[in-house]
């Protein structure tokens, strides 16, 4: 079997790569039978010599791999017919953007395995940049705060090297007496946790966090059942929320009358409650002034986020009375920062979390006949035509929906 790692040719440019050198020399290892070739690449955060260094040949014989390796969607000029591709095709979800691109996928007889949809036996994510966005998304956060208030100037996560720099940075600033809400215990929301905790930012429970006052600044963490309940006042719990989420209303109001600064990085579901709208970001007591929206699915559960922001240009302000874009520094303005690719941002750590991930759950299966099934459940297209887990997409592939 031989991989091909693929130069990455979306704009703006991604850095990230699915194996780095010491990922690939142990898949050789592990894996006798399995040969790996390097496309050469301007961008990727580890430089074409580095791959050579540890005897890979790095090449453009991408023609030659019987399996193709990439982050991001590739161009549909760029797709080489007749093989297999993993990358984030972005189509699972119906996106009209990528439309074409599935179009082309099928038309070139390419066996598509999109990176959101390798599971486990029960159906659990094992390959994802989620903690690298929680990670990158609560640094950010920090900064956009010390910018809205002139307390504090932090460099921007892109010119730092790794976590511990991120971290590094943080505990240089000094700041007042704040509420941090975090929302979200999985990948993400823990991600943004090792972050203040890194800080040595003390932790706080609920009835803390809504009751007390403190002489320095706190977090408080809460998944689905403390920020959500349900409406016919039976109790109810995580469980039963992911599987009847229209019988639940927010609880999160509660939260935004002590929150200075709040974290999102929960995952929300088609049917659930909103957290909060924008009639609440309008009550005099809504206390928050800084959104890092790691999640950032916009006019959705998090009301202020009403556009995805860039690396470039991290932070929006809203203005709650207009409901419209402003000066994050307005004095009435929520600073929001929504950028929707943090991961970018951090690509050595997160390529080498990714491919450690990909290494264990992934490429065993190709020597394994795909004993575990991860291969199957995460293969969109086979035969110029979609499998049957995903015929659900066939009317959007042509265009009915």
Do not use: W
């Not at 399995?34 to 991408?62: C, Q, T, W």
């Not at 690719?341 to 750590?349: A, G, K, S």
């Amino acid at each position: 079997m031989k991989f091909g790692i693929i130069r990455e040719r979306k704009n703006p440019p991604d850095r990230r790569v699915v194996l780095s050198p010491e990922a690939c020399q142990k898949v050789l290892e592990n894996h006798p039978k399995a040969e790996i070739v390097v496309e050469p690449s301007p961008i990727r955060v580890f430089k074409d010599k580095e791959y050579k260094a540890v005897g890979l040949e790095v090449a453009s014989k991408m023609e030659e791999c019987d399996v193709l390796l990439g982050v991001k969607e590739v161009p549909i000029d760029a797709l080489i017919p007749n093989k297999k591709y993993f990358f984030f095709s972005h189509t699972i979800k119906k996106q009209p953007y990528n439309r074409k691109l599935l179009k082309a996928i099928l038309a070139k007889n390419i066996e598509m395995y999109d990176h959101e949809v390798i599971t486990n036996q029960k159906e659990q994510r094992v390959v994802a940049f989620g903690r690298y966005a929680g990670i990158v998304g609560a640094y950010n956060g920090f900064r956009a705060y010390g910018l809205k208030y002139g307390t504090y100037k932090l460099p921007k996560a892109e010119t730092l090297a790794d976590q511990v720099e991120l971290i590094s940075e943080l505990k240089k600033i000094k700041l007042p007496n704040i509420k941090i809400m975090l929302t979200g215990r999985g990948r993400v929301g823990n991600g943004a946790r090792e972050m203040l905790d890194g800080m040595g930012m003390r932790k706080v429970n609920v009835a803390e966090y809504l009751e007390e006052e403190f002489k320095e600044p706190v977090y408080c963490q809460i998944d689905a059942s403390e920020y959500n309940k349900r409406k016919d006042g039976v109790r109810g719990n995580k469980a039963d929320f992911f599987a009847n989420p229209e019988e639940y209303k927010t609880n999160f109001t509660r939260f935004t009358r002590v929150t200075d600064f709040y974290i999102a990085g929960h995952f929300y579901g088609d049917g659930a409650p909103y957290l909060y709208t924008r009639e609440d970001a309008k009550h005099p007591n809504f206390k928050i002034k800084v959104v890092a929206d790691v999640s950032c699915d916009i006019d959705g559960p998090v009301a202020t986020t009403i556009r995805p922001s860039t690396i470039a240009k991290p932070i929006y302000g809203y203005d709650p009375k207009t409901e419209k874009e402003t000066n994050f520094k307005n004095k009435s303005a929520i600073a929001v920062m929504a950028v929707d690719n943090l991961p970018c941002e951090l690509p050595n750590d997160a390529s080498v979390g990714f491919g450690a991930a990909f290494m264990k759950h992934v490429i065993p299966a190709f020597f394994n006949k795909d004993e575990d099934g991860v291969l199957k459940r995460a293969r969109m297209t086979r035969n110029g035509k979609l499998t049957k887990r995903y015929s659900y997409l066939q009317n959007y592939v042509d265009g009915k929906e």
